[in-house]
Structure formats: structure tokens, C-alpha cells
T-cell receptor
């Protein structure tokens, strides 16, 4: 099975940088996703890592260390619209097997 | 481009009543399709997935069922709703190959009273 840990809540200031950490334990690992979910809405895909290292996409970057079972999502130049929950999601050996973390609720304040 | 639709957006149903939620995908062929439920304060839970017409796999035993009558149509049903069935129901699709990223529909918020 798979277990995912990420902080429940975080607060950061508009314009700042925030890092959301995620650790996972898994019996089979085949990639890690980050999704953004605004309150009352569906999750939207942000990033995917399957190899160690950093993937950068605009203001968002995601890092993966498979040996440490660790990932983080880095958000730069925070905007008020970035206030949302961020879900760390691992994929198991079968391509459909996604395990979702409970999400980190990020509040961006002026 | 691909789009995924779900309806209804919200639903309030009495305990013991039937349920039918529909999901359709446009712009792709032979997608993998998924039904998830998100309860308050919990992560998304996979309920069913389908790799083709008439092919349904269940992840969690429950009083829900799913059907895939057409390639891009996925239906979630129940004969008798329970209070515990309340939640946010999300349909998702993915390609069979590649990174298999799952893309979610807008969801249906179900309240069982």
C-alpha cells in the first residue's frame, strides 16, 4: 500500500515563495503528481515527476527524491489566486493506481 | 482538446432513493475512466475504473455500481442511497499510454438527507 504525509495547512504572503513538502511510503512507486484544488472545485493537474530532480513550469516547480520518498512543490511570486489545497499524489505499479494525500490548504495573505 | 462533463453539479437526495450520475468525455477515444469520491477532510478515494466499454473494476465494496455503456460515457449508480454516500463525486479520464495523467471533471456534490 501507499501512505502520504503532507502538512494540513500553510500560510504565506503575497509575492513570497512557499514550499509544500510531501513524504510517502510505498510498496511500488511509478511517479508522483501534484494537483491544485480550489474550494468546491475539481483538482487540476500541476506537475508530474517520475525521475529524481526538479521539474520547473512557470511559477511552479516540483522536486522528487525517490530514495528519500520525498517531494516538494515550490510556488514562487505567490498570488492571491494561489490560495487552494495542493494534493500530493503517488502512482503505484499499475498505471491507474493513484493514492491521494489529504492535501495542504495554502492561504495567501496580503 | 479534450473536455470532460459531469452532471448534475449538485444533488440532494433522501436516504433510500436511487442515484444516477453521468460523466462524458469529448475529444479523445478509448480513454481510461474513473469515479472518485471525496468526503470532507479526506483524500480522494477511487471507487471504480474502466479501461473499455463494459469493463468495470471496483476498488471499494459499497452500495454503488458503475457502468460504461459507450466509449466516452461513464455512469455511477445506486439503488438505495445511504447517509454515508454524501460527498463530492469526481469523474476523471486518462490516456492509456504516456504518463497517464488523470484529468478531472467539475464534480457532483451529493447530499443525502
Amino acid at each position: 500500500g501507499q501512505n502520504i504525509d503532507q502538512p494540513t495547512e500553510m500560510t504565506a504572503t503575497e509575492g513570497a515563495i512557499v514550499q509544500i513538502n510531501c513524504t510517502y511510503q510505498t510498496s511500488g512507486f511509478n511517479g508522483l503528481f501534484w494537483y491544485q484544488q480550489h474550494a468546491g472545485e475539481a483538482p487540476t493537474f500541476l506537475s508530474y515527476n517520475v525521475l529524481d530532480g526538479l521539474e520547473e513550469k512557470g511559477r511552479f516547480s516540483s522536486f522528487l527524491s525517490r530514495s528519500k520518498g520525498y517531494s516538494y512543490l515550490l510556488l514562487k511570486e505567490l498570488q492571491m489566486k494561489d490560495s487552494a489545497s495542493y494534493l500530493c499524489v503517488t502512482r503505484g505499479a499499475g498505471s491507474y493506481q493513484l493514492t491521494f494525500g489529504k492535501g495542504t490548504k495554502l492561504s495567501v495573505i496580503p | 482538446s479534450q473536455t470532460i462533463h459531469q452532471w448534475p453539479a449538485t444533488l440532494v437526495q433522501p436516504v433510500g432513493s436511487p442515484l444516477s450520475l453521468e460523466c462524458t468525455v469529448e475529444g479523445t477515444s478509448n480513454p481510461n475512466l474513473y469515479w472518485y469520491r471525496q468526503a470532507a477532510g479526506r483524500g480522494l478515494q477511487l471507487l471504480f475504473y474502466s479501461v473499455g466499454i463494459g469493463q468495470i473494476s471496483s476498488e471499494v465494496p459499497q452500495n454503488l455500481s458503475a457502468s460504461r455503456p459507450q466509449d466516452r460515457q461513464f455512469i455511477l449508480s445506486s439503488k438505495k442511497l445511504l447517509l454515508s454516500d454524501s460527498g463530492f463525486y469526481l469523474c476523471a479520464w486518462s490516456r492509456v499510454s504516456g504518463t497517464d495523467t488523470q484529468y478531472f471533471g467539475p464534480g457532483t456534490r451529493l447530499t443525502v438527507l
